[in-house]
Nanobody, 118 residues
Framework: QVQLVESGGGLVQAGGSLRLSCTASGRISNYVLAWFRQAPGKEQQFVVEISWSGGNTRYADSVKGRFTISRDNAKSTMYLQMNSLKPEDTAVYYC????????????WGQGTQVTVSS
């Protein structure tokens, strides 16, 4: 089990960029990591995940070509570079982790707010 802390959220104009970070309390080299988001009044939405090695990624169609996930296992940190932001990207963004053999995400951060103004 790991504890996760997100940072980097904020207010940005449409078309702008933000980089989110998610730092874990322990080693994450055996963990699959992901970003999810939840907008007001909407269900939680998968955004992107990255394999334990960083060699494989999977993106939601809504963010493909605009968002890039990466990780630095030596720093126990994951990043989400968000470019060409749209108002519909406004949400609380959560990082999540699961052991690579686990079917479900078991560890969650507290979330960071991203607001994109039009």
């Amino acid at each position: 089990q790991v504890q996760l802390v997100e940072s980097g959220g904020g207010l940005v104009q449409a078309g702008g960029s933000l980089r989110l970070s998610c730092t874990a309390s322990g080693r994450i080299s055996n963990y699959v990591l992901a970003w999810f988001r939840q907008a007001p009044g909407k269900e939680q939405q998968f955004v992107v995940e990255i394999s334990w090695s960083g060699g494989n990624t999977r993106y939601a169609d809504s963010v493909k070509g605009r968002f890039t996930i990466s990780r630095d296992n030596a720093k126990s940190t994951m990043y989400l570079q968000m470019n060409s932001l749209k108002p519909e990207d406004t949400a609380v963004y959560y990082c999540a982790a699961k052991f690579f053999t686990s079917p479900e995400y078991t560890d969650w951060g507290q979330g960071t707010q991203v607001t994109v103004s039009s």
